[in-house]
């Protein structure tokens, strides 16, 4: 939709219709969608898996 922001580093679930904006390191679902849960340090390596970080660089990125 015109002028809804997805932020960085966002799971968006498949089919889930954005009608608002999602912030940073977040899932989000559904028609309407929504956030169902914030993206912690925990969370990285399953949600990134098919990415490598090593640490410095996740520091850097993290915080993006």
């Known amino acids: 939709m015109p002028g809804v922001h997805i932020g960085s ?3 968006i679930g498949a089919g889930s219709v954005v ?3 999602i912030p940073d390191w977040s899932v989000a679902v ?3 969608c929504r956030v169902v849960k914030k993206i912690t340090e ?3 390596q399953y949600y990134f898996k098919d990415r490598k970080f090593d640490d410095e660089a996740w520091e850097v990125i993290k915080d993006l």
Do not use: F
């Open 9 to 11: 580093n966002v799971v």
């Open 30 to 32: 559904g028609n309407p």
């Open 42 to 44: 925990e969370d990285k």
């Open 19 to 21: 009608t608002k904006d």
